[in-house]
């Protein structure tokens, strides 16, 4: 026996569950495909959102407190500089779907918040150019969070508790046997007690069939802007944002490098059946509505993309997670599916899946990213 743990794939999800295991046992193994917080995986694109006022299930809530306190310890324990915290906005249409599913879960979650008329959102933030019946929900909570620190920060850290990682060494099987789980990379291999997936894009390799048929790869594009004026987007003045209508929608962060703002399209993935091969370039139609977006919504960027990319991510049918066991009697746990918006989530998730496949600790309440819920379907 190798270890209790191995945990597969060390990006936004599995460093985070790496770090958390080796608190609880330095008998836990990490492996990854190529070099940690590598730029073609979903942790590329240097930050993600963070924020506790969302659209979905009120059951996410306690995972984004956890998250939100996690992100701290990660800080404190390895001095990294991981998560900015500059508020966020969700901007929309007042008395419209997005907005008023905002405000509902937020007063059904007590997640502090407060509402932005027209007027008030107008003279707070003139960075945005708003329609005549733009308001907004402002989150006191949110900010920032840096990929590349946070996962590098996490790997760190449990190399420091006594883990073991594996670079540049990917996974070709994972075999269940009377013993626990063999692990396979090339000629080599390991045996574990228990094994977490969390490859992202690349998990579906890994999964029984029942999810794999519930699953697709996706392409996720970003794309950055010069400010005109950067002073006027430095996170001290320029929350993270959404906006959504039915015609448009787009998200972003403030310039945290100090130059350049990132404002990309929202909900624009489209299905790849190979992680390892897709186009990282924008295509003219991604480009020509990226342009048309943030020229109509951000006059203070200058209207041309600076930099874009585009990253493998894996999504279910439902847009919810896959955490948990495959079956009730199996040693293999997944924790992927993160459908695009998991990074923000990432210590509370890496917490959960840790500390449910030590078998420390069974979290109640989670039906709703337990991968039986695809069994039967």
């Not at 200058?302 to 066991?325: C, E, H, M, Q």
Request: some cysteine.
């Amino acid at each position: 026996m190798d270890g209790k743990l191995a945990v597969i794939g060390l990006g936004s999800i599995g460093s985070m569950a790496l770090w958390q295991a080796s608190r609880l046992t330095d008998a836990v193994t990490g492996f990854e495909a190529q070099s940690p917080a590598h730029g073609r995986s979903a942790v590329g694109g240097d930050t993600r959102l963070f924020r506790m006022i969302y659209l979905g299930t009120p059951s996410l809530y306690p995972i984004l407190e956890r998250s939100r306190a996690l992100w701290a310890e990660l800080e404190a324990e390895t001095g990294s500089d991981i998560f900015t915290r500059c508020g966020g906005l969700s901007i929309g249409t007042a008395g419209g779907s997005y907005i008023s599913r905002l405000q509902e879960t937020a007063i059904l979650n007590g997640a502090t918040h407060e509402i932005l008329s027209h007027e008030h959102l107008a003279e707070r933030y003139p960075q945005h150019k708003l329609r005549p019946d733009d308001v907004a929900v402002y989150d006191p909570n949110a900010g920032v969070l840096r990929t590349d620190r946070a996962v590098t920060a996490a790997i760190g850290a449990a190399e420091g508790n006594g883990a073991t990682v594996h670079i540049n060494t990917p996974i070709d099987s994972i075999t269940e046997t009377d013993d626990g789980v063999v692990v396979t990379s090339g000629d080599r291999s390991w045996i574990f007690e228990n094994v977490i997936v969390a490859s992202g894009g690349w998990s579906q390799r890994l999964m029984p069939d029942y999810l794999k048929a519930h699953t697709e790869t996706r392409r996720v594009f970003l794309s950055w802007f010069v400010a005109r004026d950067a002073a006027r987007f430095t996170p001290e003045r320029f929350p993270i944002f959404s906006r959504m209508y039915e015609d448009r929608s787009i998200y972003g962060a403030p310039a945290v490098d100090g130059v350049t703002v990132k404002a990309t399209l929202d909900g624009r993935g489209t299905v790849t059946t190979d992680p390892d091969h897709f186009s990282r370039e924008l295509s003219k139609a991604e480009i020509a509505e990226t342009l048309e977006t943030v020229a109509d919504f951000l006059p203070g960027l200058v209207p041309s993309i600076v930099r874009s990319d585009a990253f493998p991510d894996l999504y279910t049918k439902d847009r919810n997670p896959l955490l948990g066991w495959v079956s009730d009697t199996s040693r293999i746990y997944c924790a992927t599916g993160f459908s695009g918006g998991g990074f923000k989530n990432a210590t509370g998730y890496g917490f959960i899946a840790a500390h449910e496949a030590l078998g420390k600790q069974s979290i109640e309440g989670l039906d709703f990213v337990r991968p039986e819920r695809f069994m039967n379907t």
